[in-house]
């Protein structure tokens, strides 16, 4: 095992323990899958895998929704961590970069020349936030903030702020509009925009259903 792969074993390890009462949408199964969906885009674009591996296991090991909206915590947690491995300064500061601009709620705040590395990390957590895993997702977050599921007369709020969007208690069928159904035609790569086509397609499936069975039909 070379000095990579030890880094990443360790990474691991760390953040399971970060996530071990994490709520189930944003637990370490979730980081598992970005990491992988992480390594599956990089294999198409040339980057740095040790900054998309280590950024992808890192992004969400303390999500402000879940730490009364600390957007420094991951930060500083993934410092003290990253520091800890003995790398470059360089490459601790790449990690940190992507894990501050990788939210759905900051886009459009970026106005450096984006590298890769963000691109890639960023596309595959957006990809585990659609299709399947997505809905499943979403609707274990609704029931943990004990949202409405659905309400006819709450229209989804499609200028929604940052801040809004960040003390937002709408209904989970919102939130599609909101953020779901926009985020296929928000991914950087061409792989991401591939593997998006599909769930996309079937979260519109899903809400035709739903709708259907909502109204009885």
Known sequence: MNISEQIIVRTI???KKQLHNAEA???????????????????KEPSDGLVVELAALLHDIADPKFHEGNETLALDLS????????LENNLVEQVLFIIKNISFKNKGELTT??????????????????????VARTF??????????????????????????????GTTINHFYEKLLL????MNTET????AAGRHLFMEDFLTQFY??????
Do not use: C
Request: hydrophobic residues 40%; glycine residues 6%; aromatic residues 10%.
């Open 183 to 186: 985020l296929k035609d928000l």
């Open 25 to 43: 949408g944003h637990d370490w199964f979730h980081t598992e899958r970005v990491w992988k969906l992480a390594r599956k885009i990089a294999e």
């Open 79 to 86: 410092r003290e961590f990253l520091e800890k491995q003995k």
């Open 13 to 15: 390890e760390f953040v």
């Open 212 to 217: 259907r069975e909502w109204n009885v039909e």
């Open 113 to 134: 020349v984006r590298p890769i590395e963000l691109d890639i990390v960023q596309d595959a957590d957006r990809l585990d936030a659609i299709g399947a895993i997505g």
């Open 140 to 169: 274990n977050f609704g029931g943990f903030k004990n949202n409405r599921i659905y309400d006819p007369e709450i229209p989804p709020d499609l200028m929604i702020s940052k801040e809004e969007y960040k003390k937002s208690n």
């Open 192 to 195: 991401a925009r591939t593997i």
